[in-house]
């Protein structure tokens, strides 16, 4: 989804850099206008405009750094993937070991059970004691078994979530080890911090937002500037019985030039 957002983002760039529309008009007389060089006939007329200088760039400019932010998130989202997968993994690895440790927990106050069970058979008639000791085992191995129970809930949630993160089957089973050996960070606390700072994805993210604005805040500026059109004027004139003149019948170009008056603030400050 990221990614088709980042690619997404890629296609506003020529869209924001391209020039507008050039126009094309054709006005065609019912009736030809008598004209002392001739009837004029239709008149075509082409224009181009082009805003103020820099303006194309600073909406590239814009179009680009808001790409880059998208490709961030995207990385961004890619990394908190490869995280859930590893942080999903070792839950299920904590999980396995805590039920390892409660089931030979389980094991001990069975063995303790059924020492004290004998103990207090072959005790003394009112041996209270030992009925109150075997007593709090019996609920010391019903709280273990519940909170194996629950363990083993937990390990079947576990499983789901980190198979759905690989796009796999809920219960497929997920191979772990007998046990984990412990691995150092390599590089002192400082340059963790610094590394953070420096590859963070959603750092980089706002960093490209904001000069993403910043390149707005120019083009805006820009556009509260005169737009410029360059254009050209054809007159077909056709040739009149009444006329003398030595132009008679002559078609008539005529350079254009025009500009926007961006008299109404308002909306440009705004």
Do not use: C
């Amino acid at each position: 989804q990221y990614f088709y957002e980042y690619k997404a983002a890629l296609q506003k760039i020529p869209q924001a850099g391209g020039l507008p529309d050039p126009e094309f008009q054709l006005g065609v007389f019912m009736q030809p206008m008598e004209l002392v060089m001739g009837k004029e006939v239709a008149d075509l007329r082409l224009m181009q405009m082009f805003p103020w200088f820099g303006t194309l760039k600073a909406s590239k400019d814009e179009m680009s750094l808001m790409a880059m932010a998208k490709f961030e998130s995207f990385r961004d989202a890619k990394l908190q993937v490869f995280f859930n997968v590893r942080k999903s993994w070792y839950e299920l690895q904590r999980l396995k070991d805590e039920i390892q440790y409660s089931e030979k927990n389980l094991e001990i106050l069975r063995t303790i059970e059924r020492l004290t069970t004998i103990r207090y058979k072959t005790a003394t008639t009112g041996d209270n004691p030992g009925l109150v000791d075997l007593y709090r085992i019996r609920i010391e191995i019903g709280d273990l078994e519940n909170n194996i129970a629950l363990l083993k809930n937990q390990m079947t949630t576990s499983v789901a979530r980190f198979n759905s993160f690989l796009n796999r089957p809920s219960l497929m089973p997920v191979s772990l080890p007998d046990s984990l050996t412990a691995d150092s960070l390599g590089i002192s606390p400082e340059l963790v911090s610094d590394s953070i700072l420096a590859q963070n994805p959603l750092l980089d993210m706002l960093s490209y937002e904001h000069q993403s604005l910043d390149a707005r805040g120019r083009m805006v500026t820009k556009m509260g500037y005169p737009k410029l059109g360059l254009g050209l004027d054809y007159s077909v004139i056709a040739k009149s019985d009444k006329s003398t003149s030595s132009m008679n019948g002559q078609d008539m170009i005529m350079p254009m030039f025009t500009m926007t008056l961006p008299v109404y603030r308002g909306k440009y400050d705004a």
